[in-house]
């Protein structure tokens, strides 16, 4: 964790990158939406919103494995076990999508308003989502780097898995967006813990074979 924070220090175009895509991408949905009120309905509101924060996921946490070149592969093998390089990357990744996800959804709301009721709750969808993008998006990105065209292979490989997480993860944000009663999420926030919880214990799990590989 310490070497990728010192990495993202020393080369801050990625953080900057991420940001100035953020930007973009909200000023674009303003330009698009913003100058016609009629259109910009709070399910649109919504989806536009998850739909940024997955395209962020996918470009800011695929360079957990594919950025390391063989050489530093091969002195972590000799230092580290593979259990604290899978649990590291998860923990920095998902520190690195809250932060990315809570300055979107602060940009986002100002540019575009902010129709959220239930903003405790809306957070928590957030920091769920940011939770399990990252848990599955840096196991995906381990099984990518291993093979040609791994920016391809991931996208490929994290759609099946991330397409019922976003589902609920709208529905969720959805219900806090209208103000209804916290229990009405109750099943989409315990089916997101367990999805998490069974990613976290699969890559702990599975990712020293693969690392061996």
Known sequence: MRKDLVLEWRQKYA???????????????????????????????????????????????AKSFMQENRGRLLYFYSIVSPQGIIL???????????????????????????????VPMFLLSILLGAVGFSTSLTMISSIASKAANSSTLMAVLSFPVIVPMLLMLIKMSKNAMDGLNRSASLD????LLAINMIVVTVSYILFPYLWRS
């Open 188 to 191: 989409e926030l315990l089916t």
């Open 88 to 118: 590291a990357k998860i923990i920095y990744n998902t520190a690195l999508m809250l932060l990315l996800a809570l300055i979107c959804f602060v940009f986002y709301g100002f540019v575009l308003g902010n129709p959220v009721q239930d």
């Open 15 to 61: 953080l900057n990158g991420m940001l100035l895509y953020v930007g973009s991408v909200v000023f674009v949905c303003y330009l698009s939406f913003g100058m016609r009120s009629n259109i910009l309905v709070a399910p649109v509101w919504n989806a536009m919103l998850w739909i940024i924060l997955l395209f962020v996921s996918v470009n800011a946490i």
